[in-house]
Each structure stands twice: as structure tokens, then as C-alpha cells.
T-cell receptor
């Protein structure tokens, strides 16, 4: 079974600085998707960024980018120019492509604080 | 964000009560999910419905009973719950068949069982 590990329960960053959240996963599959979700204090889970495993190019969405290292099974999230609104729980998730409607497997999350 | 809505947002119930959680998606998706989010634990997938058919049930106790009457609505019926069932219950939906089947989440129902 696949597992997702987020080794940093909590992180903090100064406003306007850059922070990297780590995520590693364990799988024997070659085709899959990886996601970062953000859950602000209001509790609405929001998709931040996604990465297809077959793509070598790292995904980027504005200030959010990933460092996808397939061989190392690592999928870190970099937030540049951090803003107060970035404070939230961040979840890394994995989805297999093996068959049909496979569910997401989530990590335990990293709580990010942004210091003004 | 109004793509996936959940009601109620907060619920307090006794162990002998019967209540239902409701989820509605306005995204034209064909799959819906129930997750349980407890403190310091990964999100736990409870049920998956695809094309209104339950396709996964992750060993959830029978005191939780899902219902999916159509592709836009999902319910979670609760009865004789235990205090350890107190958690945030998240609903999500996705369009199965597209490349990523990205799941979109509702705001959740914060459930407290006394």
C-alpha cells in the first residue's frame, strides 16, 4: 500500500520569505499523481498544485512550485514571497493510476505559520 | 467557494441521536467521497461513490451509513455514535475519467459526539 510522509508537523516563515515543505511517498508504481492541498483555518481544503509522475518538468502555480524527484520519491512544495494568507495546514497527497477510481492517500499535514 | 457545499457546518449530538450530514456538488462531477479528519491523523477515506454506486467502503463501522441518491448529492447518516467519532467530516467530488480526477473539497462538518 502507498504511504505519504510529511516529516514536518509545523513550519514557520517570515512574510515575503521562501519556505519549503517536504513530502516523501512510498510506492511501487510508475504512474501516479501527486497533489498539495491547503486547508486554511476556515477548513475549506483547496488544491494548490498537482504533478503528473510521467512529467519531468516541475509544476508551478504562481508563487507555488514543486521539486519532484521521482527516483527519490520526494515531492516538496516551495512557497515564494510568503503572504499572511498562506498560513494553513498543507497536505501532500498521492493518487495511483492503477485502476478506476483510486482514492487519494494523504500525509498527516504540515502546519505553516507566516510571521509578519 | 461554492463548488462543494456541506450542511450543517457544526453538529453536536448525543450517542443515542440520529442525524444526517449532507453534501452537494455543483461542479458536474460523477464521483463523491466522505473523509474523516481527526486531530494529528491523516485524512481517512470512508466511502467512495462513483456514478452513484458505492465503490469503496474502508471498514467503516455500521453506525455510519452513506447514501448517494444522485450524482450531485451525498449523505452520511449517523446513529448511535461514540465520542471517538467526533471529528471533521469532509466531502469531496471529482470528475472520474479525466486525466487527474482532482478532488474538490467542501468546507466540512465539525461533529461533536457527547
Amino acid at each position: 500500500a502507498q504511504t505519504v510522509t510529511q516529516s514536518q508537523p509545523e513550519m514557520s516563515v517570515q512574510e515575503a520569505e521562501t519556505v519549503t515543505l517536504s513530502c516523501t511517498y512510498d510506492t511501487s508504481e510508475s504512474d501516479y499523481y501527486l497533489f498539495w492541498y491547503k486547508q486554511p483555518p476556515s477548513r475549506q481544503m483547496i488544491l494548490v498544485i498537482r504533478q503528473e509522475a510521467y512529467k519531468q518538468q516541475n509544476a508551478t502555480e504562481n508563487r507555488f512550485s514543486v521539486n519532484f524527484q521521482k527516483a527519490a520519491k520526494s515531492f516538496s512544495l516551495k512557497i515564494s514571497d510568503s503572504q499572511l494568507g498562506d498560513a494553513a495546514m498543507y497536505f501532500c497527497a498521492y493518487r495511483s493510476l492503477s485502476s478506476g477510481n483510486t482514492p487519494l492517500v494523504f500525509g498527516k499535514g504540515t502546519r505553516l505559520s507566516v510571521i509578519a | 467557494e461554492t463548488g462543494v457545499t456541506q450542511t450543517p457546518r457544526h453538529l453536536v449530538m448525543g450517542m443515542t441521536n440520529k442525524k444526517s450530514l449532507k453534501c452537494e456538488q455543483h461542479l458536474g462531477h460523477n464521483a463523491m467521497y466522505w473523509y474523516k479528519q481527526s486531530a494529528k491523523k491523516p485524512l481517512e477515506l470512508m466511502f467512495v461513490y462513483s456514478l452513484e454506486e458505492r465503490v469503496e467502503n474502508n471498514s467503516v463501522p455500521s453506525r455510519f451509513s452513506p447514501e448517494c441518491p444522485n450524482s450531485s448529492h451525498l449523505f452520511l447518516h449517523l446513529h448511535t455514535l461514540q465520542p471517538e467519532d467526533s471529528a471533521l467530516y469532509l466531502c469531496a467530488s471529482a470528475r472520474v475519467g479525466l486525466d487527474t480526477d482532482t478532488q474538490y473539497f467542501g468546507p466540512g462538518t465539525r461533529l461533536t459526539v457527547l
